[in-house]
């Protein structure tokens, strides 16, 4: 067995977690306050994390954890809850699957390292998994949600992309913390100015809430940075279409929706593009070493 499986296989935690964040958003959270959501999932994780990893960033490196906040936290959980409240989540997983997309396309211009046509067609099998896994022709294409579930893909790609390629001296907890606690900030202006207050919550919106900051951030995000720099971006990018297949399952499981022939093939064709983008650019460890 791949030395890297382990690897893989506790990155993959990340995805399969966030795969739940459409489920509790819609059937737990109070509607239509997109930024406090996210808001309420980042911030107090960061705190967390950091209150129990006391590390700071070295003088030269802040500006780049700074951009690593908005491109993975901020910005991304702001475009991910806006497109979560305004899209089906079908319609969401779909757009955000092009992400490896992205990330191929960085790599080529701006790493300057064209990928392997192999890599550029198990992505595309991807998105077409995905479409068949999820589409509903009674899907509303609300103009917002596509927008900024386009912008969040990109905002993460590019995330992703530099979070490979740059290099700290903080430990993971506390890389991940800052991460949190500084895109919290970036989100907490406009959860303030462009929300109303949250209502008086529930049993259930308290509950979802501390799921999602707890094991939906806290966790997935220190699984998902944990080994970044042992795998290729691109591959980490890939195994982010396990979310919209848990998301899915999890639609058939609790909410009622249709599992047939072509959400098992989506789902099939989903899982061999994740192998495709790994096999295309992190070859068998006997014929080359990843970098």
């Given amino acids: 067995m791949s030395t890297r499986f382990p690897i893989i296989l506790l990155t993959a935690l990340a995805p399969l977690i966030w795969g739940s964040t459409y489920l509790v958003t819609t059937e737990f959270l109070p509607p239509d306050r997109p930024f406090t959501a996210a808001l309420l999932r980042t911030l107090p994780a960061g705190l967390f994390l950091l209150l129990w990893k006391r590390e700071w960033p070295q003088k030269h490196e802040i500006g780049k954890v700074f951009l690593l906040a908005v491109f993975n936290i901020g910005f991304f959980q702001a475009m991910l809850f806006v497109s ?10 779909i757009l955000t699957s092009t992400q490896t997309l992205m990330v191929l396309l960085l790599i080529w211009l701006v790493g300057k390292s064209r990928p392997p046509k192999t890599a550029w067609i198990s992505a595309i099998l991807g998105v077409a998994g995905i479409v068949l896994l999820t589409y509903s022709p009674s899907a509303e294409f609300d103009p917002i949600g596509i927008v900024a579930a386009l912008l969040g893909a990109a905002s993460m790609a590019v995330g992703i992309f530099f979070s490979k390629h740059w290099r700290f001296s903080l430990s993971v907890l506390a890389f991940t913390g800052w991460q949190l606690l500084l895109g919290g900030l970036c989100l907490l202006p406009a ?62 499981l609790f909410l009622g929706q249709s599992l047939n022939t072509l959400s098992l093939a989506g789902l099939v064709l989903a899982l061999f593009s994740i192998f495709g983008v790994q096999r295309a650019l992190h070859p068998p460890l006997k014929n080359k070493e990843s970098t």
């Avoid at 462009?194 to 919550?201: F, I, M, S, W």
């Fill in 191 to 252: 959860a303030l100015w462009l929300e109303p207050p949250l209502p008086a919550l529930s049993a259930a919106n308290i509950g979802g809430y501390v799921y999602l900051s707890l094991l939906g951030t806290v966790l997935a995000y220190v699984l998902f940075f944990h080994d970044l720099n042992k795998l290729p971006s691109a591959v980490v990018s890939a195994l982010g279409l396990l979310s919209p297949i848990t998301a899915f399952l999890l639609g058939w």
């Fill in 84 to 93: 979560a409240y305004r899209l089906p989540g079908g319609l969401a997983a």
